[in-house]
């Protein structure tokens, strides 16, 4: 049962396909996974299509102009726009997921990043950066602030902070207001897909130190 689902701006951009290809990841695989979000997304995109070939139409009226409007139609077109197929609740790692991870779960290169925690980063474009997360049941992340978004979603098992608790399919969307320590819960290791497009602030000094080499 999801809880916390995308909000519309994020649908929107994903729609436009405006969005860095780590956020475009995490939106798919969300989608995937949430029937909820899946039809608010077919709205929006029908909305866009309709914009699209109105603007079409009235460029058409004026002379020279339907060539611009085709190459503004053209430059806004999603590039790195993962599809979104239908859910498989079998598998930890869903398939728009499983391109870039290589594979399932057991394929996954994880290092060490310490106190159990382990990541593997994505191979997405530089604008926003990628990573699956795996925190061992009971185990804390260092608590950071944040410079711009991160975008959360659980695969496996779940985590809790100051916010809320987050299980298999919720996403949390935090930006600049929100300083938080996630911790799983006890029991079963939590998997995330975590998507940012800015480096974290964390308070402690040790991870501080960490932070060029983990490049988060
Ligand atoms: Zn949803
Ligand atoms: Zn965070």
Not at 53 to 61: D, L, P
Not at 198 to 209: E, N
């Amino acid at each position: 049962m999801i809880k916390h689902h995308l909000n519309d701006r994020l649908l929107m951009a994903y729609s436009a396909g405006t969005l860095p290809e780590a956020f475009n990841l995490v939106v798919a695989t969300h989608i995937s996974m949430c029937d909820e979000c899946r039809a608010r997304l077919a709205s929006f995109d029908a909305v866009g299509g309709a914009l699209i070939e109105e603007t079409a139409e009235q460029a058409q009226m004026e002379t020279g102009a339907l060539a611009a409007t085709l190459a503004r139609i053209k430059s806004t077109q999603p590039s790195t726009r993962p599809d979104a197929p239908r859910p498989m609740r079998d598998v930890v790692l869903p398939e728009p997921l499983r391109a870039y991870a290589g594979g399932g779960v057991e394929q996954i290169d994880w290092r060490n990043v310490g106190g159990g925690v382990k990541q593997a980063i994505l191979p997405t474009s530089r604008h926003a950066s990628a990573r699956l997360l795996y925190i061992p049941g009971g185990a804390a992340v260092p608590d950071h602030g944040h410079r711009g978004m991160e975008l959360t979603l659980v695969l496996q098992g779940a985590f809790a902070d100051e916010q809320d608790r987050f299980g298999p399919g919720d996403i949390e969307i935090a930006d600049e207001d929100l300083h938080h320590q996630p911790v799983a819960e006890p029991g079963m290791a939590c998997i995330c897909l975590a998507a940012t497009d800015a480096p974290l602030k964390f308070r402690a000094l040790l991870p501080r130190l960490a932070q060029p080499f983990l490049q988060i």
